[in-house]
């Protein structure tokens, strides 16, 4: 049974940072693309950055692109996701989403076969 773990949210002024951590277990991690999304209040789910199995491919939406920084650990079955500059629209929960190895890095939610249960980042100005 595939368990992802979400970890690290909270509340930060406007400017701080946060690191999200995802905890899996159940599955090969290595063998597994690890994705970030979000979803704030009254929004659908959006994409934020995926990384591969292997962790030499990452991709983000340009809203997270010099900002946040996806990595993953294998040894510790582990993905993160640090956030610096956090403003009021990063707010939302944060979800760790996982697929097994493909081609490319889908930043589709319907692509991603298994999901944590989110944790909430509030940003406050």
């Known amino acids: 049974q595939v368990q992802l773990v979400e970890s690290g949210g909270g509340s930060v002024q406007a400017g701080g940072s946060l690191r999200l951590s995802c905890a899996a277990s159940g599955l090969t991690f290595s063998s597994y693309i690890m994705g970030w999304f979000r979803q704030a209040p009254g929004k659908g789910r959006e994409f934020v950055a995926a990384i591969r199995g292997s962790g030499t491919s990452v991709y983000s939406a340009d809203f997270a692109k010099g900002r946040f920084t996806i990595s993953r650990d294998n040894a510790k079955n582990t993905v993160f996701l640090q956030m610096n500059s956090l403003e009021p629209e990063d707010t939302a929960v944060y979800y760790c989403?996982?697929?097994?190895?493909?081609?490319?890095?889908?930043?589709?939610?319907?692509?991603?076969?298994?999901w944590g249960q989110g944790t909430p980042v509030t940003a406050s100005s």
């Open positions: 989403a996982a697929v097994r190895d493909i081609p490319y890095l889908p930043i589709r939610r319907n692509n991603y076969d298994f």
